[in-house]
T-cell receptor
Framework: GAGVSQSPSNKVTEKGKDVELRCDPI?????LYWYRQRLGQGLEFLIY????????KSGLPSDRFSAERTGESVSTLTIQRTQQEDSAVYLC???????????????FGPGTRLTVL | KQEVTQIPAALSVPEGENLVLNCSFT??????LQWFRQDPGKGLTSLLL?????REQTSGRLNASLDKSSGRSTLYIAASQPGDSATYLC????????????FGKGTKLTVNP
């Protein structure tokens, strides 16, 4: 079946502009994560959605970052007033469930490479 | 705060060798641990998931072990092939809240024909 998809695959923007990144999780997956990977660094957690629960935003680096998810489908990550240090690959992952009874494999999309000039 | 270390950072081996990649983590309160491979310009591919109650998982030529109390996991690759060349990432899922994955910087593996 279809995996996690992300768009755009590449985004080049000027410092100060806003960008919006999209993630389509695997159908039926209730949990969705955003991570980012800066050059030479490991992946960093940004935000987590699980069903209708309040999202875990503890990884967002500043208030310029926000994310939304519509039900159990598409999610968008928005970065306002982009800075050069925001340049990274932004990865989305989904899993069937993350509950007290069950923890499942996270499946990753191909990522969006963001370059802020 | 969970910290993950992977050793070695890079490894180059001839085709056919068996090899071991090491992962250590500082907080043993994990729900599970996943091993991924990352190919250049691509996303992550999940290889194995070990629940905290398990000691090992096997898939084909891959075997991953977990010693939660000592904060260690190893990924064993048997009979390595050039197609195994990639960066391998270890990611424990910490308890509490979102069970987000915490990643190491990975081991870059090159298998030479």
């Amino acid at each position: 079946g279809a995996g996690v998809s992300q768009s755009p695959s590449n985004k080049v923007t000027e410092k100060g502009k806003d960008v919006e990144l999209r993630c389509d999780p695997i159908s039926g997956h209730t949990a969705l994560y955003w991570y980012r990977q800066r050059l030479g660094q490991g992946l960093e957690f940004l935000i987590y959605f699980q069903g209708n629960s309040a999202p875990d935003k503890s990884g967002l680096p500043s208030d310029r970052f926000s994310a939304e998810r519509t039900g159990e489908s598409v999610s968008t990550l928005t970065i306002q007033r982009t800075q050069q240090e925001d340049s990274a690959v932004y990865l989305c992952a989904s899993s069937l469930s993350q509950t007290s009874e069950r923890r499942d494999t996270q499946y990753f999309g191909p990522g969006t490479r963001l370059t802020v000039l | 705060k969970q910290e993950v270390t992977q050793i070695p950072a890079a490894l180059s081996v001839p085709e056919g060798e068996n090899l071991v990649l090491n992962c250590s983590f500082t907080d043993s309160a994990i729900y599970n641990l996943q091993w991924f491979r990352q190919d250049p310009g691509k996303g992550l591919t999940s290889l194995l998931l070990i629940q905290s109650s398990q000691r090992e998982q096997t898939s084909g030529r891959l075997n991953a072990s977990l010693d939660k109390s000592s904060g260690r996991s190893t990924l064993y690759i048997a009979a390595s092939q050039p197609g195994d060349s990639a960066t391998y990432l270890c990611a424990p899922s910490s308890q509490g809240g979102s069970e987000k994955l915490v990643f190491g910087k990975g081991t870059k593996l090159t298998v030479n024909p």
